[in-house]
């Protein structure tokens, strides 16, 4: 068993490739596509919607079997076809080019696997359950795409604002990080919602200082913190 390390990558505009033209191909290729990648699928076949994005450009396609220079200066590579032996030897070639890969129909054989993610503006739930089960990874980010609505994509916006504006604004740092705390509350983020994406940064930060004192005087009263979760940093 394995003990994936996980990280948020960046790779706009780099060359990733997606062997297979099946409905797992799709998935790697539309996941890539959120991303920004430049992605080029190589398969004999493709599914419907993967010729649709070749026709429109937002993916190259080789139509035909994949090989092994289809590697050459890719960042990430995935071996989605139905084929084991041709996963397992383009699994390999990506090995000797450094090129990390995954391995669709044995997760094992591949450098890394691919979680299943939820998407809110900066937001990004992923999940993984290293290979022990892909449809409960499935579920468990249904459950989180439930939990937290399309509503937390504009939240995650105007918290980068807020964040940006205290950290021009308020030099000593126990100072900040309180602030920030209290920026990730229950009544800040309902805060962020009400006031929108295009509040002034002064109003906002305004906003923040005033709830990090209602917030100090609960603290005061021995009341519990806002969000519930920091309790253990207090
Ligand atoms: C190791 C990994 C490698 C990789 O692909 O990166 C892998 C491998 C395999 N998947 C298989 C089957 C299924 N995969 C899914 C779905 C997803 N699979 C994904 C990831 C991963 N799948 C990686 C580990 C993830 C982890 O464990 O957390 C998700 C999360 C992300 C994504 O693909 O983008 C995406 C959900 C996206 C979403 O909906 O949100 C479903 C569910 C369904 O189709 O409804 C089934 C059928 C149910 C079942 O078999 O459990 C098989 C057997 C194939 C066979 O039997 O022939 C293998 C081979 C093996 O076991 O090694
Ligand atoms: N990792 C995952 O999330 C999952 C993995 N799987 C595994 O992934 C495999 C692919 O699943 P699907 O996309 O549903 O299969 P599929 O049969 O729909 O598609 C396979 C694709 O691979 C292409 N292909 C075959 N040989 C090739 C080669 N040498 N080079 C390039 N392309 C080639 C075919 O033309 C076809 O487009 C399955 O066989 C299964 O083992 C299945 C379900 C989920």
Redo the contacts with the bound molecule.
């Keep these: 068993m394995t003990r994936y390390y996980p990280v948020m990558l960046r790779i706009e505009g780099k060359r990733c490739v997606v062997f297979g033209g099946g409905a797992?191909a799709e998935?790697?290729a539309a996941?890539l596509l959120e991303a920004g990648a430049a992605v080029t699928v190589v398969s004999p076949t493709l599914t419907p919607l993967l010729e649709t994005w070749a026709a429109d450009g937002k993916i190259a396609a080789d139509r035909r079997l994949g090989a092994a220079d289809d590697l050459d200066g890719a960042a990430l590579a995935f071996a989605a076809t139905d084929r084991p032996e041709a996963n397992r030897r383009l699994a390999e070639e990506a090995r000797l080019r450094g090129v990390p890969v995954?391995?669709?129909?044995?997760?094992?054989a591949?450098d890394f696997?691919?979680?299943?993610?939820v998407r809110r503006g900066d937001l990004v739930f992923a999940?993984?359950?290293?290979?022990?089960?892909?449809?409960l990874?499935?579920r468990l980010?249904g459950e989180l795409a439930e939990r937290y609505g399309p509503e937390y994509g504009p939240l995650a916006a105007a918290l980068r604002r807020v964040r940006a504006e205290v950290r021009a604004a308020v030099p000593d740092a126990a100072d900040r990080r309180r602030l920030l705390r209290t920026a990730v509350g229950d009544a800040a983020l309902a805060e962020w919602r009400r006031l929108g994406p295009d509040a002034a940064g002064a109003v906002l930060l305004a906003r923040l200082r005033a709830l990090a004192e209602e917030e100090e005087g609960r603290r005061g009263r021995g009341e519990p913190p806002d969000p519930p979760g920091f309790a253990h940093f207090s």
């Design positions: 797992v998935r790697k996941g995954s391995v669709a129909d044995d997760g094992e591949g696997v691919a979680p299943a993610v999940v993984s359950a290293s290979g022990a089960g892909p449809a990874a499935a980010a």
